[in-house]
Nanobody, 123 residues
Framework: QLQLVESGGGLVQPGGSLRLSCTASGSTLDHYAIGWFRQAPGKEREGVSCIGDGTIKYAAFVKGRFTISRDNIKNTVYLQMNSLNPEDTAVYYC??????????????????WGQGTGVTVSS
């Protein structure tokens, strides 16, 4: 059973950076697409970025600021977040879907979820 654990969240000032990690256990991530999602208080969970089978996608609101990458040796996917602003405050989740066809920005496409890591952007 694939398990995902996020880490790297915290409090950061506007304009600052954080790097989130999503580490898998129970299986390798070789044949999984990984998505990063976020959920702010009172809002629906939304896709941030995903990576899979040579495909990388970003939501329009993070393009140019966030970078997703994966290290198959460490079985980890990263989300480097730069130029953070208060609107980026949310709980960030990573999720995995067994697929060999790209990746999806949709919550419903993913079968495995981590517990989330909180990101607060505030001065």
């Amino acid at each position: 059973q694939l398990q995902l654990v996020e880490s790297g969240g915290g409090l950061v000032q506007p304009g600052g950076s954080l790097r989130l990690s999503c580490t898998a256990s129970g299986s390798t991530l070789d044949h999984y697409a990984i998505g990063w999602f976020r959920q702010a208080p009172g809002k629906e969970r939304e896709g941030v970025s995903c990576i899979g089978d040579g495909t990388i996608k970003y939501a329009a609101f993070v393009k140019g600021r966030f970078t997703i990458s994966r290290d198959n040796i460490k079985n980890t996917v990263y989300l480097q977040m730069n130029s953070l602003n208060p609107e980026d405050t949310a709980v960030y989740y990573c999720a995995a879907a067994f697929t060999q066809e790209g990746c999806s920005e949709n919550v419903s496409a993913y079968d495995y979820w981590g517990q989330g890591t909180g990101v607060t952007v505030s001065s």
